[in-house]
């Protein structure tokens, strides 16, 4: 939505702090460099080579899950535990951290980031040697290296994940300061160098280097950037570790960043950045932190897919690079690596401000099988309420609510389809959230019900920062029940952001999400109903006059835990609260919808997610494929980005093409700055207003195939908007296409992102495979780029031949009067003149659909006989949903009649065929969607 | 391109075998005067409207589209195309999308558009019928007296129209004679002219060279007096020691004065005579040197304040305490520096070789600062006869005196032709206003009107401009100035435009659509900025109204 310019602006004035910037780039000066960032220097500083860990082999204790095990630094003599457990689906979790550490260290509660405690499996031990350890996890072989330590890990015998064998395992134990130090101190410490057994406290023995090395290290003890003082008064407390992945020449994942989806080597930057902060328009195609992370990475290659996921809420980056395997030590191991040329590897460095190193791995060896495995960790989307994955209108700002009223009746009178319309930080009484301007929405409740009259819903944001001001109830209740963030030395946080001094309640404390809840009850909000719903933004958080303009990294969560620790979560939890707290409002029977700008791994149980200020430029359209790409591959599938662009006012052609690019990506809401011309889609120049209208009418159509899509995610995780290589994960010439993507299996699409464009070339995969361009019917044979002409009226769109996809082809003033209506089944064969699909229908709207209230269809055709049948017996639901037309494409011939049998019960149904297009049109099979049948081509 | 959405209607070609007919009631969704469209053929079909297929009769309303122009369909949702009839009795009739046909929203007052048990619709054409005959009395009256006032505007328009023709034939007449006096009078005035100034040129030279005379002698007599004062052991010579027992000597400000210091004083020399004092020395150390004080001198006139002008006159109200530096201005870094630049420019006056500290002021002061005689009255007075120039003779006199009439002359002539341009030209920009078809809005140029919300005060004057100001003070914000009429082609002057107000931070520059309509009195009734910066104001006016038609739009009792 909105960043702090205009509000810094504004301060100068009082402030007198410059911020003579460019008004079209990032202010690269707001935010530290890995030079600037003390543990980032430190950890990168590290040169591959033997590690300093071994495993203390006395300590190896294997038990039918899990091994435990010390690790010690043979050159600062502290000692590390290490738990490596298997956990269900091909899945491992290694845990490391100090013995017996001087403070505990920050772990992410079960339930925040991980769905519940991750089931185990049986581990196998397979060998053990005075010099390693072998266990066997389902089909995956795990070796433990004790001198120096390393784990790799091989499915069938190949290696595919290889955890310190680069050697930067660095741990910060955590330690006391030492006040200035006379040199005789540092003598005895030297004298009493042997290392004792046991429980000895790390931190009392630091070898003479590592001393020294402190010493000279300034940033240990207090940080400084720019103006801010980070006190860090537990000191040093950063992790580190290396994970190769042999074999792999790509990985992809750690959204947020505006840059391919293939990940860079970072030889020659920055580390990629996960540390959630506001960036004023965003630079493109470079490693900078930006709004959410989420740590998780994949690697995928002809044979194999395996995934690392990162489970630390604090600072993180991470180094890639391209590497070759090391042969010499796979060798030992298996034969593969016995070839003669060379295997490619890629490097990857993690580090993290503090925390504990807590590493799953998630072997594969599939991309689907991955998505599932990452989906039992950290969950999915839950089925979105149909509303939400339709056409969203927004603006920073609506006025009023005579606004709000003419630009839906706008909508109405020139036929664009739209389901919310939302409101952004105006509409309040002073950036009070859960307020309302009273003179500009003197009768919210009035407006609201007249938008929902066509089935439509709205939206209000409610950002994370309360005004300081007693009379605001909100803050008033969160100051007297001590619900806030604290700074360093206890007292109250004070930020500015959009209302000015502000403060934060800490979400990281249950209790405060319990209470953040309650404040979306009918009874607290005001004003609202049950057809509103809830927009987070500024949640990372955003904090105009803070450090990278967020929390100071000591600011205070409960428990006394720093913000350094949770940084990454909060926003997350800003979300979790208000998803919760409007399932509360309506008693656990609607879905909530709630929108987030900052997200963490998890954050997809939540709802959706947006990729922030974007700007009104081609360049930020384009960039759009590859970030939620990312994002929809470590699970945020409900993703997207402002159609139009949040600045600028980009000309008729962008935004034309910015919506049919829209229109097949998850989230699809038109967005625009304060500062910009009015852009609903009714005021572009008539010809390019109907273009924008077919586009959004074609998401309406599609609607039942998308509900599908997301249901099928929800059951089994991965992406709904999906790289090519997860339905096609041997072609390697897929593994760096970012430009073109499919939405579930079936649909492949190539948004024009070029100003100018009139066609482009389009990738069609599966050599065996057709593929029917959804307009024209066109048809094109798989396996390569073919050019597709696409004036500015055209969205290259494409079915898979061997597909059904359910669709509705009468597009209504919103998708909530389209509830009953009928479906077309659109079928396309493949070579072999077969196609199947399916289709989830439930009530819409409501939880039922977890209690078995749904319906999940399965639709086959083969041998000139379709089947509907149900795919899933555990669905019961009556919907008034029936079947209105079918139309098969790839039909060589006229059949001398169509037949359908539901029952025992015959009967003939009209249809028509047209031999160019072999199209075969079959009219009103007229059955309900639940109901069984069999339509035969005579 | 064939699209997908074609292909849907293949099936149209069909043919049916056994259908019997009879004549069938209209069917739903069809208007009365399309009813005969819609009988079923002899052979039992139905030819799509657009001529493009035959159908079976019984395909007509079965919820499936088969037309390609949505005909078949009339009373269901299944053509994208398709129009759905209301009949409405009682009410306006109407034909909605098919779209909204039995989608769960009552669109038809008399609710037939939902017949599929989705929602319940009540059938309130009556009281919409109502409400619109009377809201139609109401415009229809609105109308009728609003008309009555635009026509007379509209006759004060025209006269004062046919007024400014005549009054410009006037003046452009009158003009005629006036440029020939102004061309002859400027004549006059420029033969009168040439021998006043060579007259004055004359005098002003004389005066010129005694003036320098004067001055010449002056500094003699004070370096004759100074060399006297130096010369302390009376040996008609002045040497280093003299000087160095004088502490205005003091270059450097270390509070001696050094043996170098007095030789560069006296340029090198052990010691000078009269001669070469008042000749070499004098001129560079005339304002070193310190007069012996007898007496308190008279009060100092600071070059600097004279030369910082209205500034100064207005700031710096107390000098600053001699020994001090001047207390801080309010506003620091800006009058700061500006005060250190006075500083500079200071020194560099004085020491400007051969200005004399009491002439500088007088001339160059009045150039400088117009308006602000005082500080020169402030100079002391005694000085005063003597620098001033003596009268012209009395034959210069004339001369001036002759110039001087001659000038006034053209002048008053000269500004009655101004004075007459200024006029035509206001009256050509009126005549070439575009004050409506019938010069009606004429009435509003000149006039200002005012609307006030929660926070401003908006103004709006015709053909003028817009803007805004704060309720609780503040000053003006110019929302825009006259642009043109922008209306849509067929009715142009529903909308006038004010552009190119004051610009927007990061953002275009203040714009104000006014939109105009009908009512009895000229009132600014709302403002709004629908868009950053482009605002909307809404104004009602009798120059909207337009004579009712006899019959517009009337409900209808159809059954």
């Known amino acids: 939505m909105e960043t702090p310019s205009l509000w810094v602006m504004q301060q100068i004035l009082v402030t007198l702090i410059l911020l003579i910037q460019s008004s079209v780039a990032v202010n690269r000066d707001n935010f530290k460099t890995c030079q600037q960032s003390g543990f980032c220097k430190r950890h990168r500083a590290m040169t591959p080579g033997q590690s300093a860990y071994e495993v203390i082999t006395e300590t190896v204790n294997v038990q039918s899950t899990s091994v435990n095990l010390q690790l010690l630094n043979t050159v600062t003599n502290v000692k590390l535990t290490l738990e490596l457990s298997g956990l269900e689906r091909s899945t491992a979790r290694i845990k490391i951290n100090e013995v017996e550490p001087i403070k505990q260290r920050y772990e992410i509660p079960i339930g925040d980031v991980l769905v519940e405690e991750p089931k185990r499996q049986g581990l196998k031990k397979l060998e053990q040697t005075s010099q390693s350890l072998t266990l066997g996890i389902e089909k995956n072989k795990i070796v433990i290296s004790f001198k120096p330590f390393r784990i790799d890990f091989y499915t069938e015998d190949e290696p595919v994940v290889s955890i310190n064998a680069q050697g930067l395992l660095k741990f910060e134990h955590y330690r006391h300061k030492q006040e200035a130090q006379p040199e005789e101190n540092v003598e005895e410490a030297k004298e009493g160098e042997e290392p004792k057994e046991g429980d000895e406290n790390a931190e009392e023995k630091p070898a003479e280097e590592e001393q020294k090395k402190d010493e000279e290290e300034p940033d240990l003890w207090e940080e400084t950037f720019k103006s801010f003082t980070d006190s860090k008064p537990h000191g040093p407390s950063s992790v580190g570790l290396d994970v190769s992945f042999p074999g792999f020449e790509n990985v992809y994942g750690i959204p947020e960043h505006a840059d391919d989806f293939a990940l860079k080597t970072t030889k020659d930057t920055d580390p990629y950045r996960l540390f959630n902060l506001d960036v004023f328009e965003y630079e493109l195609y470079n490693p900078m932190a930006l709004y959410g992370a989420v740590p998780v990475m994949m690697a995928h290659n002809e044979k194999n897919t395996v995934g690392i996921f990162w489970h630390n809420a604090a600072e993180t980056w991470i180094d890639i690079k391209s590497n070759v395997a090391d042969k010499n030590f796979f060798s030992k191991v298996a034969d593969f690596f016995k070839q003669d040329s060379d295997i490619p590897q890629t490097d990857t460095h993690w580090f993290s401000e503090s925390g504990v190193i807590d590493l799953f791995v998630m072997l594969g060896p599939k991309p689907k099988d991955v998505f599932k495995q990452y989906a039992v960790l950290t969950g999915t989307t839950p089925v979105p309420p149909l509303f939400s994955i339709a056409y969203h209108q927004c603006r920073w700002n609506y006025n009023d609510q005579d606004d709000v009223r003419n630009v839906d009746a706008n909508m109405d009178k020139f036929d664009i389809p739209f389901d919310v319309i939302w409101l952004d930080i105006e509409h309040t009484d002073g950036k009070r959230y859960f307020t309302w301007d009273g003179n500009k929405f003197s009768h919210s409740v009035d407006m609201i019900n007249n938008v929902a009259s066509k089935g439509r819903k709205m939206v209000t944001i409610v950002d994370p920062h309360l005004k300081k001001d007693d009379n605001y109830k909100v803050y008033a209740d969160a100051k007297s029940k001590d619900l806030l963030v604290k700074n360093k030395d206890g007292n109250e946080y004070d930020g500015w952001c959009w209302p000015g001094s502000s403060a934060w309640p800490d979400f990281t404390d249950p209790e405060v999400r319990k209470w953040w809840e309650s404040k979306f009850l009918l009874s607290e909000y005001e004003g609202s109903t049950n057809d509103l719903h809830t927009w987070n933004d500024m949640n990372e958080p955003s904090v105009f006059n803070g450090p990278e303009i967020s929390f100071h990294r000591d600011a205070k969560h409960h428990h006394g835990w720093e913000n350094r620790d949770v940084h990454n979560i909060y926003g997350h939890l800003v979300q979790q609260a208000t998803a919760d707290g409007l399932i509360l409002r309506s008693d656990h029977k609607e879905r909530p919808f709630v929108l987030t700008r900052s997200f963490f791994a998890g954050s997809q149980r939540n709802g959706a997610v947006w990729t922030g200020d974007n700007i009104g430029e081609w360049s930020h359209l384009k960039v759009s494929n590859p970030m939620l790409l990312s994002l929809n591959l470590v699970g945020i599938t409900f993703a997207g980005a402002d159609v139009g662009g949040f600045f600028k006012n980009p000309d008729p052609e962008l935004l034309t093409r910015w919506w049919q690019a829209g229109a097949f990506q998850p989230f699809f809401r038109s967005h625009a700055h304060i500062d910009t011309k009015r852009r609903e889609p009714y005021l572009l120049p008539d010809n390019n207003m109907k273009i924008v209208r077919n586009a959004i009418r074609a998401r309406y159509t599609f609607l039942p195939y998308w509900y599908t899509v997301f249901y099928n995610t929800y059951k089994n995780g991965g992406p709904v908007m999906q790289p090519l290589w997860a339905e096609y994960p041997e072609d390697k010439s897929t593994f760096k296409m970012d430009d073109q993507f499919l939405i579930g299996p079936s649909l492949l699409v190539k948004p024009i992102t070029e100003q100018g464009g009139t066609g482009t070339n389009v990738y069609f995969p599966g050599a065996n495979d057709v593929w029917y361009d959804i307009l024209t019917a066109e048809k094109y044979l798989g396996g390569k780029s073919i050019y597709v002409n696409a004036p500015l009226e055209k969205i290259p769109v494409f079915q898979r031949g061997g597909s059904v996809i359910p669709r509705k082809m009468r597009v209504r003033r919103s998708s909530g009067l389209m509830h009953d209506d009928p479906i077309t089944l659109f079928i396309c064969l493949d070579r072999q003149g077969k196609a199947s699909g399916d289709m989830y229908a439930d009530d819409y709207h409501t939880f039922q659909y977890q209690k078995g209230k749904y319906l999940h269809r399965q639709f086959t055709f083969s041998n000139n006989k379709l089947t509907n049948s149900n795919a899933d017996k555990n669905g019961v639901f009556e919907t008034k949903e029936w079947i209105e037309r079918i139309l098969i494409l790839g039909v060589l011939k006229k059949p001398n009649g169509v037949a359908i049998k539901i029952g025992n019960q015959q009967q003939q149904l009209a249809f028509g065929y047209d031999p160019n297009t072999s199209l075969l049109a079959i009219k009103k099979p007229g059955t309900k969607l639940q109901e069984d049948f069999v339509i035969t081509l005579l | ?559």
């Open chain 2, 1 to 559: 391109m064939r699209t997908l959405h074609t292909c849907f209607i293949i099936l149209a070609q069909l043919l049916c075998s056994s259908i019997t007919n009879a004549t069938i009631g209209r069917p739903r969704g069809v208007s009365i005067s399309m009813a005969s469209l819609y009988q079923p053929a002899e052979d039992g079909t139905f030819t799509c409207l657009d001529g493009s297929s035959k159908i079976p009769y019984e395909y007509v309303n079965d919820d499936y589209c088969d037309c390609n122009d949505g005909t078949d369909e009339p009373g269901t949702s299944a053509c994208p195309n398709g129009k759905f009839h209301c009949t409405n009795a009682g009410y306006v009739p109407s034909n909605i999308l098919s779209s909204r046909v039995n989608d769960g929203v009552c669109d038809c007052c008399d609710g037939t558009d939902e017949d599929a048990g989705r929602i319940e619709c009540v059938n309130n054409c009556k009281e919409l019928g109502k409400k619109l005959r009377e809201e139609q009395d109401r415009t229809r009256k609105l109308q009728q007296e609003g008309f009555e006032k635009q026509k007379t505007f509209s006759d004060e328009g025209k006269r004062v129209h046919e007024e400014k023709i005549a009054r410009q034939a006037e003046l452009e007449k009158e003009r005629e004679t006036l440029e020939v006096t102004v061309k002859d009078l400027e004549t006059a005035k420029l033969e009168a002219e040439s021998p006043e100034t060579e007259a004055k040129d004359k005098h002003q030279k004389a005066w010129d060279e005694l003036k320098a005379e004067r001055q010449a002698k002056k500094e003699v007599e004070a370096a004759s007096l100074a060399f006297k004062d130096l010369d302390t052991n009376g040996d008609n010579s002045i040497d280093m020691q003299e000087i160095i027992a004088r502490p205005e000597f003091d270059i450097d400000s270390n509070g001696v004065v050094s043996e170098e210091e007095a030789k560069e004083h006296l340029e090198d020399k052990e010691s000078v005579d009269y001669d070469t004092f008042t000749k070499d020395i004098w001129p560079h150390v005339k304002d070193i040197y310190k007069k012996p004080t007898r007496e308190e001198p008279p009060p100092e006139v600071d070059p600097a304040i004279e030369a910082r002008g209205e500034e100064a006159q207005t700031e710096q109200i107390e000098p600053p305490a001699p020994g001090q530096p001047p207390s801080p201005p309010d506003e620091v870094d800006e009058d700061g520096e500006y005060d250190d630049d006075e500083d500079e420019d200071d020194d560099n006056d004085v020491d400007e070789p051969g200005v004399n500290d009491q002439t500088v002021p007088t001339v160059p002061i009045t150039d400088r600062i117009e308006g602000e005689p005082e500080l020169i009255l402030d100079k002391p007075s005694e000085e005063k006869d003597e620098d001033s120039m003596p009268e012209y003779d009395e034959e210069t006199k004339k001369l001036i005196e002759a110039a001087d009439e001659a000038r006034k002359n053209y002048d008053e002539a000269n500004s009655k032709l101004k004075e007459l341009d200024n006029e035509l030209s206001s009256i050509k920009s009126y005549l070439e206003q575009d004050y409506g078809p019938n010069r009606e809005y004429a009435i509003l140029q000149d006039q200002c009107f005012e609307y006030t919300d929660r926070e401003y005060t908006y103004k709006y004057c015709p053909f003028s401009k817009g803007s805004q100001r704060p309720k609780n003070g503040g000053h003006e914000t110019s929302l825009g100035n006259w642009g043109n009429w922008a209306g849509p082609e067929n009715d142009k002057y529903s909308i006038q435009l004010y552009e190119k107000g004051q610009n927007c931070w990061n953002g275009p520059d203040r714009s104000v659509k006014v939109h105009l309509k009908c009512g009895l009195e000229h009132r600014l009734l709302s403002s709004s900025e629908p868009s950053r910066c482009e605002y909307a104001f809404e104004f009602e006016t009798p120059c909207r109204c337009s004579q009712p038609s006899g019959g517009t739009a009337q409900p209808h009792d159809e059954l």
